[in-house]
């Protein structure tokens, strides 16, 4: 966090231009995130870059820097209460508000039965896919609310496993289940402080990630099966949509995936 703090502080950079709105978006580094962020820059938005490692954030902050748009790499782990503060209170100082969280990290956990799976890793995807979005959203809901003009959006990735899991996936569904309810939550009671908080659910962008689908992947009948992709900015589409509203709208939830993928119907 120091070398955020330091560059959320940097006195020598431009100050954002007027009428520029402020989104941090987690999980930046890579995939989805990483689309998201240059598609929110390309639309005029000063993006903060958060992630676990610092060198794609600041490949991607020169990027948009050479680009004439506003980033900030800032590295940061979003399970630390007191880095995700830090970043939040750094945000405030440089920017003054923040108009559009994007609660992208996640993570997965080892592909096998329940009863195999090491309860460190089972608790390493909670702190990461729950309680990093937890504590990234009770960050920016204080500051929403206190900012003025008060108010902004928050954005969730569900994921399609918010809906039915993968054979071998209990923990990562377990947290996107999860997500869903803090989605319900926030939305309710960030009405009298107008803000908005929608979940996108997405299923088989084609990522780094996703890679793994074009070769064969386990199918609930047990059968091993290559599963249809979409393209990855379809999805920096959507989030954008959603972010774009004005704030007396909102888009609870959404679903985007690849048509054919096995989700619909008898899996």
Not at 29 to 44: E, F, V
Not at 240 to 246: E, S
Not at 253 to 266: E, L, N, Q
Request: include cysteine; proline fraction near 4%; glycine fraction near 8%.
């Amino acid at each position: 966090m120091a070398e955020a703090d330091r560059q959320l502080h940097d006195q020598t950079r431009q100050p954002t231009r007027a009428g520029r709105k402020v989104a941090i978006v987690t999980g930046a580094g890579s995939g989805i995130g990483r689309a998201c962020a240059r598609k929110l820059l390309a639309n005029g938005y000063a993006v903060v870059l958060v992630g676990r490692r610092a060198q794609p954030l600041e490949t991607l902050e020169a990027e948009a820097l050479a680009a004439g748009q506003e980033a900030l790499a800032a590295p940061c782990d979003v399970a630390d209460a007191a880095a995700v503060d830090a970043l939040f209170e750094s945000v405030r100082a440089r920017f003054g508000r923040l108009d559009l969280l994007f609660n992208n990290a996640g993570r997965n956990a080892p592909a096998v039965d329940i009863d195999e799976l090491p309860v460190e890793d089972w608790r390493a995807v909670v702190d990461v896919n729950l309680t990093g979005v937890f504590l990234c959203t009770r960050a920016a809901f204080g500051l929403m609310k206190r900012q003025q003009p008060m108010g902004g959006r928050i954005i969730n990735n569900g994921s399609i496993s918010a809906h039915a899991p993968r054979p071998f996936s209990i923990a990562y569904t377990a947290t996107k289940h999860a997500i869903t309810g803090l989605t319900k939550s926030v939305s309710l009671d960030g009405r009298r402080y107008d803000i908005a908080c929608g979940q996108i659910d997405i299923g088989n962008a084609a990522t780094e990630m996703t890679g793994r689908m074009a070769r064969g992947v386990p199918q609930a009948n047990g059968e091993i099966a290559v599963e249809p992709l979409m393209d990855v900015e379809l999805v920096a589409d959507a989030v954008l949509h959603m972010a774009q509203l004005p704030l007396a709208a909102n888009v609870q939830f959404m679903t985007i995936m690849a048509t054919k993928m096995p989700f619909v119907g008898r899996g």
